[in-house]
């Protein structure tokens, strides 16, 4: 089991959207009210979501995609709590970046970039975690906690002062987890349709 740093390669990419995202956003989309895929088939959403981190991950040295995984083997459909140890993952030391070896399934990933403070202002740079997720066979195990400590060390390495993140209303199970890490609500953000 390892926390890996997906470098901007396609095939490590497409891996990802459709093993993580994909089950992401669909989880959501089932648990969220605002939130809806577009109405396209899977590997069309795949595809997509592949060129659009492709890009993102090529432009920007700042953002940063890391994954889970575990031994070929401990599936989610097999985990046994007892014999999963999520201390064993090391936030601090990732494998290198690349992909995955085939032999290991992907479990959990988190997404990170920097928001860097204008000088006219007087705040931080602050370490943004666009996304995390867990598959449900690991929830409850650690490694949500594990990926939040791996943000923390991103953004000690970019010399930012704080974590931030966007969390939807209605999605109370992440809103208890990230108060549980120590966030606080910071701003309210609106919005309304165009007419």
């Not at 390669?9 to 939130?35: G, Q, S």
């Not at 899977?42 to 953002?63: H, K, P, S, Y």
């Not at 890391?66 to 990732?94: H, T, Y």
């Not at 704080?162 to 609106?190: C, H, I, S, T, W």
Request: glycine share 6%; proline share 6%.
């Amino acid at each position: 089991m390892e926390i890996r740093r997906l470098s901007a390669d396609e095939e490590a990419l497409r891996r990802y959207a459709a093993e993580l995202w994909l089950p992401y956003h669909r989880d959501l989309e089932a648990n969220v009210a605002t939130h809806a895929l577009a109405d396209r088939p899977d590997e069309e959403l795949i595809a997509a979501e592949t060129r659009f981190r492709l890009d993102l991950l090529r432009e920007d040295a700042d953002r940063r995609l890391w994954v889970v995984a575990v031994d070929a083997g401990v599936n989610g459909d097999g985990v046994d709590r007892e014999d999963f140890d999520p201390e064993r993952l090391d936030p601090g030391n990732p494998a290198a970046p690349g992909a995955p070896g085939s032999d290991r399934g992907l479990v959990a990933f988190v997404s990170t970039s920097v928001d860097e403070c204008p000088t006219v202002f007087d705040r931080p740079d602050r370490l943004v975690v666009g996304d995390i997720y867990v598959s449900e066979p690991y929830r409850g195990t650690g490694i949500a906690s594990r990926l939040m400590e791996r943000a923390v060390i991103d953004a000690r390495e970019a010399d930012c002062g704080e974590l931030r993140l966007d969390v939807d209303v209605d999605n109370e199970r992440a809103m208890a987890f990230y108060e549980k890490q120590g966030f606080e609500p910071y701003r309210k953000q609106l919005t309304r349709e165009v007419e």
